[in-house]
């Protein structure tokens, strides 16, 4: 991409757009879009198709989603499906009509079986069951890689589709009833500490394992891949390394600065086993991650006292 290529950023309020939005600028990219959800509904089809019209982005990052926790995802079930279907049906089609030069569609590890063999390789999507907590997500993601290369066999857009691994830092949703493990695990153990907590109870077994991203680390691989990955098919985007979920709680326990004790709630979903994106092709084209998970948990919890830490209730617990 040239310093002066018009790059749209889709969902540049979330916490994976915002940091796409300041690599860009941190790289020196001058001509860059972006509309709120207020200015810009991605569902309406006649509005979006307008906006390419008029606007017409020569670059797309595709990062607007619908995104939630294992219970967002199993209450809204759909509220996910719909409107992630919309979006990406939306955005990739008046990218296709507007003569877009190249289109980056985000989608999520949950497109995986839920028991495919481990690590996850781009090669294993369709190939069983998914997992039931966040399927309608996880196939209206599957639908989105589908379209990139449907309108790339029929058509030749040169449509590109990244898998991340889970996803925390800087911007990210730290809501009990709709964030991922690792923000809710920061909320849960800031406000145990400052109430004077003795537990602090956490979902499931703590034995399923996960993979995290620090999200710079992903905006730093989306522009290395629109740089540089032009294939048809998908690229996973994570670190190659993964922990326990009782690991993750008590490194964030140990960074938040809690001393109580953690208590697992057995009766709850521990969801997929095991998640580890298999990064050999994303390694073999010449990406690494830098930041790794503790130091980069420290930095999502600055960013978390920084926003939120006004707002924790104070009290006996």
Not at 181 to 187: N, S
Not at 237 to 248: H, V, Y
Request: with cysteine.
């Amino acid at each position: 991409m040239k310093k002066d290529a018009s790059i749209y950023i889709a969902g540049h309020r979330g916490m994976v757009g915002g940091s796409i939005l300041r690599r860009l600028e941190k790289q020196g990219y001058t001509k860059l879009l972006t509309r709120s959800s207020k200015e810009l509904d991605l569902r309406d089809q006649k509005a979006v198709h307008d906006f390419f019209e008029e606007q017409r982005p020569e670059y797309v990052f595709l990062a607007a989603a619908k995104v939630g926790g294992i219970l967002a995802n199993d209450t809204y079930r759909a509220d996910f499906i719909y409107d992630n279907l919309m979006i990406e049906a939306n955005v990739i089609h008046a990218a296709y009509r507007s003569g877009v030069t190249k289109l980056m569609f985000l989608g999520s590890s949950c497109i995986y079986p839920k028991m495919a063999p481990q690590p996850l390789k781009e090669e294993y999507m369709l190939t069983g069951p998914l997992e039931p907590t966040n399927e309608p997500y996880a196939i209206a993601k599957i639908a989105g890689i589908k379209l990139c290369e449907s309108f790339r066999d029929q058509y030749g857009c040169n449509f590109i589709s990244v898998m991340p691994t889970n996803l925390y830092g800087i911007g990210d949703n730290y809501d009990l009833k709709n964030s991922h493990v690792l923000p809710a695990l920061i909320r849960k153990f800031h406000e145990a500490k400052i109430q004077g907590a003795a537990t602090v109870t956490i979902w499931g077994t703590g034995t399923p394992k996960r993979e995290f991203l620090f999200a710079d680390d992903l905006a730093e691989a989306c522009v290395y891949l629109m740089d540089n990955y032009d294939g048809r098919e998908l690229v996973n985007i994570g670190t190659g390394e993964d922990l326990s979920i009782r690991e993750l709680a008590e490194t964030v326990s140990r960074v938040v600065g809690f001393d109580g004790e953690l208590v697992f709630d057995t009766g709850k979903p521990d969801g997929t086993p095991r998640k580890l994106m298999d990064v050999s092709k994303l390694h073999a084209m010449g990406w690494r991650h830098t930041v790794e998970l503790e130091d980069g948990i420290r930095l999502s919890y600055q960013d978390f006292l920084a926003h939120e830490g006004a707002k924790t209730p104070v009290g006996a617990a």
